[in-house]
């Protein structure tokens, strides 16, 4: 008993940040993607500190989901498959995290991705999403909801 009650402040932490990471309580800015919104804040710094440093890469399509991403200063040539059931890219980046890299992050800024866009071990990672099981949501709400009404 005593152990869940040492839990219960990590517990109460980890509710609040997914409260807060709702979109219906959240203005995101306009510079984060649609497909960060609602994701934990883990995964949005991950992801955003990647996309600063994507503005020299530009791309071709190999075939459906396979990309060649170059990158215009260095030169150095990487390639992404972003299927709906695996994403991944053969830079250092993506073998050692395993985390969205800037080569697929391009490509998903340049598709205009969203959410359901994303390929299944990223979108149903539940590292990388809002936990609605905590905050008692399994859909989204409404606009409307004071944030006390969650509990």
Request: charged content about 25%; aromatic content about 12%; proline content about 5%.
């Amino acid at each position: 008993m005593l152990r869940f009650f040492n839990n219960v402040p990590f517990y109460f932490s980890y509710t609040i940040e997914n409260i807060k990471a709702i979109q219906q309580y959240k203005q995101y800015s306009e510079e984060i993607p649609v497909f960060l919104f609602e994701t934990t804040v883990f995964f949005k710094k991950h992801c955003m500190s990647r996309i600063q440093r994507c503005s020299d890469l530009t791309h071709r399509r190999l075939s459906d989901g396979s990309y060649q991403v170059k990158n215009v200063q260095s030169g150095g040539e990487y390639k992404v498959h972003l299927e709906k059931d695996l994403s991944s890219c053969t830079c250092t980046d993506w073998h050692i995290h395993h985390l969205p890299c800037k080569h697929i992050l391009h490509i998903m800024i340049d598709k205009h991705y969203n959410w359901e866009d994303m390929p299944d071990n990223i979108k149903d990672n539940p590292l990388y999403i809002i936990d609605r099981d905590v905050v008692g949501l399994h859909q989204p709400i409404d606009a409307t909801t004071p944030p006390d009404a969650l509990y």
